[in-house]
Every structure is written in structure tokens, then in C-alpha cells.
């Protein structure tokens, strides 16, 4: 979920999970359609148990505005956390964070498809069992001017037991929603 951090004209990319006392009060924009949400919040309103957590965490910056669209087959390196790799102790919580590396299939209008097909085929198996819980995750490309987010973790594709031994290519694909509709101000542009 992007947000704002505060005290800087730049928009910055974050995926950890954040409760708001007055979410309404911290809300920028939000979009049901895209499925996005921006909120402006300070680190020091980070909190478990009403207990403030104090940390030295620097959020990504998105470096190059307007962020770009992304395109038919270029590579994508997810990163997340994975619900199901959360392993839960009392009140200790271990996050065990996972780059996915995948070829966007399409570039729609409004959204970027992963399909499970040629390349992708080996990453979706290694992840079937552990692919919930990446919804919000940033999607980067890779090149020479470094790491620029393109995408935000849509919706994944949910295998069936009937579907489970079944060869499709939407079994476990990821739908993404462009980064293109952040702006530096923290608002959506609409498509």
C-alpha cells in the first residue's frame, strides 16, 4: 500500500501493515476500482498494543515521476511478505520477506497480468503452497536506472481441489494494478 511520509514531496512505497486510530483522518486517496489506498502517517504512529514501536526503518523512495507503465514481457521482481510464511510465537512475530522474480504476460489498461506460463511455470510451482498474503506487495523492474515500481499486488488467482491438478494457466497468476495512478502528492490519477 503506498502512503506519504510525511515532511517529504515524495511519494514512497511500503509494505508492512500499519493500524490507524482515525484511518479517515490519514486517508490521501483511495480507489475501490484499483484497488489502492494512500494514507499519510508518521513513523512514530506505528504501534502494537497501543505500545509505540521505535524503529529506524527508511521507507523506498520512488525516485523517477511519473512512474512509467510497465510492458508485455518485461521482468518484475515482486516483493513481500507472505502471509502464510508468518510464523506466530505468543507475541513474537517472524516475517520472512520473498523477492519473486515473474514475466509480466499483459499490460491492460488498469492492470499488469502474471500468468503461469513459459518462464513463469517454475516460479508459480515453488510458490503454490505459500502464495497468499502478497496482496499490496510492490512489483519493480529492473534495469539500468536501478529498481522503479510499476505495480502493486492486485489479486491472485485461487487453485480449487478441482483445479489443483488441472494445467491452467491462471492457476496461482497474479493481477497487478499499475503504480502509474500514484501521484507525488499522494492522490490517485484515475484511468
Known amino acids: 500500500?503506498?502512503?506519504?511520509?510525511?515532511?517529504?514531496?515524495?511519494?514512497?512505497?511500503?509494505?508492512?501493515?500499519?493500524?490507524?486510530?482515525?484511518?479517515?483522518?490519514?486517508?490521501?486517496?483511495?480507489?475501490?476500482?484499483?484497488?489502492?489506498?494512500?494514507?499519510?502517517?508518521?513513523?512514530?504512529?506505528?504501534?502494537?498494543?497501543?505500545?509505540?514501536?521505535?524503529?529506524?526503518?527508511?521507507?523506498?523512495?520512488?525516485?523517477?515521476?511519473?512512474?512509467?507503465?510497465?510492458?508485455?514481457?518485461?521482468?518484475?521482481?515482486?516483493?513481500?511478505?507472505?502471509?502464510?510464511?508468518?510464523?506466530?510465537?505468543?507475541?513474537?512475530?517472524?516475517?520472512?520477506?520473498?523477492?519473486?522474480?515473474?514475466?509480466?504476460t499483459h499490460v491492460g489498461g488498469k492492470q499488469i497480468y502474471i500468468l503461469n506460463e513459459g518462464q513463469n511455470v517454475e516460479v508459480f510451482n515453488d510458490i503454490k503452497g505459500w502464495l497468499g498474503g502478497l496482496s499490496g506487495s510492490p512489483a519493480y523492474t529492473l534495469g539500468k536506472r536501478g529498481a522503479l515500481l510499476v505495480g502493486f499486488v492486485k489479486s491472485a488467482f485461487k487453485q480449487t481441489e478441482a483445479s489443483a491438478g488441472a494445467d491452467s494457466v491462471f492457476a496461482g497468476s497474479l493481477s497487478l494494478t499499475h503504480a502509474c495512478f500514484l501521484q507525488p502528492d499522494g492522490t490517485l490519477a484515475r484511468p
Do not use: Y
Open 1 to 104: 500500500m503506498p502512503r506519504l511520509q510525511s515532511g517529504h514531496k515524495k511519494a514512497t512505497s511500503r509494505t508492512a501493515s500499519v493500524a490507524f486510530a482515525l484511518p479517515e483522518r490519514q486517508l490521501i486517496d483511495a480507489d475501490a476500482d484499483l484497488d489502492l489506498a494512500v494514507f499519510n502517517f508518521e513513523s512514530s504512529q506505528i504501534r502494537v498494543n497501543n505500545i509505540q514501536i521505535n524503529h529506524k526503518k527508511d521507507w523506498f523512495l520512488i525516485q523517477n515521476w511519473p512512474i512509467s507503465k510497465a510492458s508485455d514481457g518485461e521482468h518484475v521482481a515482486l516483493m513481500g511478505f507472505p502471509g502464510k510464511r508468518i510464523k506466530k510465537e505468543g507475541i513474537l512475530c517472524t516475517f520472512r520477506t520473498q523477492v519473486l522474480p515473474l514475466k509480466i
